[in-house]
């Protein structure tokens, strides 16, 4: 299945949670827009791309059950709905364009309220099929930089769990495996929450993808020993200029590639671009609960009352990044005039 769906006869979004994986397969059923949102807060959903399906979807919702009798009193009841769904996670910027585009192209089409209802559960649907075809041509173009026998480093979870469907970077991974290339992936733990270790481990197994799980520490010594030629990662938001904002310690594993001359690969749809900001300096970085970093599953691991830090992602300076791999192409230095380029294809 895919990672979220709506259920349009029933007027529900199903989604995996994934929150109990790998242990447990469980799907979690939202009847509102609000339960939507809970759901990208708590990180039932995750994944710049999937929470952006996910806000679409949640604005199909309110749209559902919004009982505006005219246009304007329903277009009012989704700006209310998209505030609060906008406001669960700031750093991804696809959850921000999704609800851009829904409510954009609501206003657009000037439909009566009946007409409007049915055009926003449409166009969020559109979206997502959309998602699904992007993500399998990042892949061919992603795949292509893949060499059989290449070892890959990948970080947090970049799968089809992160997307509707197939997946940016853990897509391209799997995508150079089922086209018979050889390879193998280290995958970074990735704490605090352990998206390498539960999900994008869990996503190999099922591909049949050979495998090492790493110690988000053990990124550096596996480079500087040569075990690893490629890394991939996704992204959560692009700057202009190329910096690239990802999980936390995305970052560090770039710094350590690019001083051993391993190219470092981030992989996204356009829509995860934002041409509005100069540079990643600009980008908001997500301020996560300290339970997080201080407990694995409701078991302290640190002394009560310590004081934490737990930014949910980093910036990667554009310098350390060898190129980004959208739908439309790869993009190589210098990103500002080439960026400039794709985005207007």
Same mark, same amino acid.
């Given at each position: 299945?895919?990672?979220?769906?709506?259920?349009?006869?029933?007027?529900?979004?199903?989604?995996? #949670?994934?929150?109990?994986?790998?242990?447990?397969?469980?799907?979690?059923?939202?009847?509102?827009?609000?339960?939507?949102?809970? @759901?990208?807060?708590?990180?039932?959903?995750?994944?710049?791309?999937?929470?952006?399906?996910?806000?679409?979807?949640?604005?199909?919702? @309110?749209?559902?059950?919004?009982?505006?009798?005219?246009?304007?009193?329903?277009? !009012?009841?989704?700006?209310? @709905?998209?505030?609060?769904?906008?406001?669960?996670?700031?750093t991804a910027v696809n959850l921000a364009w999704a609800l851009d585009r829904v409510?954009?192209?609501?206003?657009?089409?000037?439909?009566?309220?009946?007409?409007?209802?049915?055009?926003?559960?449409?166009?969020?649907?559109?979206?997502?099929?959309?998602?699904?075809?992007? !993500?399998?041509?990042?892949?061919?173009?992603?795949?292509?930089?893949?060499?059989?026998?290449?070892?890959?480093?990948?970080?947090?979870?970049?799968?089809?769990?992160?997307?509707?469907?197939?997946?940016?970077?853990?897509?391209?991974?799997?995508?150079?495996?089922?086209?018979?290339?050889?390879?193998?992936?280290?995958?970074?733990?990735?704490?605090?929450?352990?998206?390498?270790?539960?999900?994008?481990?869990?996503?190999?197994?099922?591909?049949?993808?050979?495998?090492?799980?790493?110690?988000?520490?053990?990124?550096?010594?596996?480079?500087?020993?040569?075990?690893?030629?490629?890394?991939?990662?996704?992204?959560?938001?692009?700057?202009?200029?190329? #910096?690239?904002?990802?999980?936390?310690?995305?970052?560090?594993?770039?710094?350590?590639?690019?001083?051993?001359?391993?190219?470092?690969? @981030?992989?996204?749809?356009?829509?995860?671009?934002?041409?509005?900001?100069?540079?990643?300096?600009?980008?908001?970085?997500?301020?996560?609960?300290?339970?997080?970093?201080?407990?694995?599953?409701?078991?302290?691991?640190?002394?009560?009352?310590?004081?934490?830090?737990?930014?949910?992602?980093?910036?990667?300076?554009?310098?350390?990044?060898?190129?980004?791999?959208?739908?439309?192409?790869?993009?190589?230095?210098?990103?500002?005039? !080439?960026? !400039?380029?794709?985005?207007?294809?």
């Open positions: 299945m895919r990672t979220i769906e709506l259920d349009v006869k029933r007027g529900i979004v199903k989604m995996i #949670d994934q929150r109990q994986l790998p242990h447990q397969f469980e799907i979690v059923e939202c009847r509102d827009w609000r339960a939507v949102a809970d @759901a990208i807060k708590e990180m039932t959903i995750r994944g710049a791309p999937a929470i952006g399906a996910a806000a679409a979807f949640g604005l199909a919702l @309110a749209a559902r059950e919004s009982r505006a009798t005219t246009r304007d009193d329903l277009l !009012n009841d989704l700006d209310a @709905a998209a505030r609060g769904l906008r406001a669960t996670r700031p409510v954009g192209a609501a206003r657009a089409a000037n439909l009566d309220a009946n007409g409007t209802r049915e055009f926003i559960v449409a166009e969020a649907q559109r979206l997502a099929d959309e998602d699904v075809e992007i !993500n399998r041509a990042m892949a061919q173009h992603g795949a292509a930089l893949i060499e059989d026998g290449d070892s890959v480093l990948t970080h947090c979870n970049a799968g089809a769990l992160a997307t509707v469907d197939v997946g940016t970077a853990l897509g391209v991974i799997i995508e150079a495996h089922r086209q018979g290339k050889k390879i193998h992936v280290f995958v970074d733990e990735t704490r605090p929450r352990l998206q390498g270790a539960r999900l994008t481990a869990w996503e190999l197994t099922q591909a049949g993808v050979p495998m090492t799980l790493i110690a988000d520490n053990a990124a550096g010594f596996y480079m500087r020993r040569g075990k690893i030629q490629k890394c991939f990662v996704g992204s959560d938001r692009v700057a202009a200029n190329g #910096d690239v904002a990802n999980k936390i310690g995305t970052y560090k594993n770039a710094v350590v590639a690019h001083a051993n001359g391993i190219p470092f690969y @981030a992989v996204m749809p356009t829509s995860t671009i934002d041409m509005n900001l100069a540079n990643g300096d600009l980008i908001p970085i997500e301020e996560r609960d300290a339970r997080e970093v201080t407990h694995i599953e409701g078991m302290p691991i640190a002394p009560e009352g310590v004081r934490v830090g737990n930014p949910a992602f980093d910036v990667t300076p554009h310098q350390y990044i060898t190129a980004l791999v959208t739908e439309r192409g790869v993009v190589y230095p210098p990103f500002v005039e !080439n960026l !400039n380029k794709i985005m207007t294809l």
